[in-house]
């Protein structure tokens, strides 16, 4: 087994001299020192022989791994040292300073939620941030939704393992915190933040997105004032020139409720794919706050009325910049994100 042992050493020691680059001395490693090499291989056939042979053995063996790791070590560091030899010897300086690291930029739905808050702060809005993890008092009960309802079919939920507590699924709960804050003060509010489905991720949906919510309650609030404000947030965003159409909807807090319709950028109205032959991009719901939920946020609705919207602020960055799948947001794909920096 002596015999093995410096034979291999021999062996390793002539064939590690005749390596000529520092890429063969990869092979070389797996070859005799690597978990199935040469050298691993003897190893285990100590554990075979007889016990008074196997001390003397194991020491000469781990002297032998000794030996090969700093012959090995020794040789890759003359490799290096000639390969910055060689380099030193060529015609630039390698002690200038490296190419400079790419500025960072902010993200595409930060950018479009800035410009959100920027638009909504000129008409009086401030934000107001709101928890991510809402009850279902508050993300569905107190918003004119009670237990098994069937409106409830409209969010797919995210549901915790403690009872009640839930991902919420619009931004809408934060009508019931923001009224209860600054009741009875009139207020104008926009509320954004991360939204939660447990639903399908396609080119139009994702599981998780951002949504801006917007509130508006004072006296003699009225629908024309919204229609007001949400015409001039197009028009600002989307240019002087697009104009808007409201549907009739139903969202069960608002009452009436209606939905916001911008004409297609791309095809001018006349009719596309992407407006699918309509002519018209829907951007966002919105409608007067029910009484139930004005009371249900400490105001009288014999004496005050709201107005509520809300809108994903990656689809009006996606009717904006023309993107044509949300996907894109988070994949985290820099090809994509530059663009925006």
């Known amino acids: 087994m002596l015999e093995k042992l410096h034979r291999l050493e021999q062996d390793a020691i002539e064939e590690l001299r005749l390596v000529l680059t520092k890429e063969g001395l990869e092979p070389w490693r797996v070859k005799y020192l690597g978990r199935k090499g040469a050298l691993t291989g003897l190893l285990r056939e100590i554990g075979s022989l007889p016990a008074e042979q196997r001390p003397a053995l194991g020491q000469e063996s781990n002297r032998l791994k000794a030996a090969l790791e700093q012959a090995y070590a020794i040789r890759l560091e003359a490799f290096a040292e000639e390969e910055l030899r060689r380099t030193q010897q060529q015609a630039f300086d390698v002690t200038l300073p490296g190419r400079p690291a790419l500025p960072g930029s902010l993200h595409v739905s930060t950018q479009i939620l800035r410009e959100i808050y920027t638009i909504f702060a000129g008409m009086g809005f401030q934000v107001v941030e709101t928890p991510e993890v809402e009850t279902d008092t508050t993300n569905f009960q107190l918003l004119n939704i009670p237990p098994y309802h069937p409106a409830r079919d409209m969010w797919s939920t995210f549901h915790t393992t403690q009872t009640g507590v839930l991902l919420r699924t619009h931004t809408s709960p934060g009508q019931i915190h923001a009224m209860r804050r600054y009741c009875p003060e009139p207020i104008r509010v926009i509320l954004p933040g991360k939204c939660y489905r447990y639903e399908q991720v396609t080119a139009r949906h994702e599981h998780m997105f951002y949504q801006v919510e917007g509130l508006a309650v004072g006296r003699q609030v009225t629908m024309g004032d919204l229609k007001g404000v949400l015409a001039s947030f197009a028009r600002q965003m989307f240019g002087p020139d697009r104009r808007v159409r409201f549907r009739a909807s139903y969202f069960p807090f608002t009452e009436p409720s209606a939905e916001m319709d911008i004409d297609c950028g ?8 992407v407006c699918k032959g309509s002519g018209w991009l829907e951007i ?50 820099l090809r994509f994100l530059q663009q925006f920096g």
Do not use: T
């Not at 791309?266 to 794919?273: N, P, S, Y």
């Not at 966002?284 to 014999?302: I, K, W």
């Open 284 to 333: 966002l719901g919105a409608g007067m706050v029910h009484p139930q939920v004005l009371q249900n946020g400490g105001y009288d609705p014999e004496i005050y009325s709201g107005f509520a919207f809300g809108m994903g602020s990656e689809r009006v960055a996606m009717l904006k910049y023309g993107i044509d799948d949300i996907r894109h947001f988070f994949a985290n794909d």
């Open 266 to 273: 791309l095809c001018e109205g006349q009719g596309c794919r």
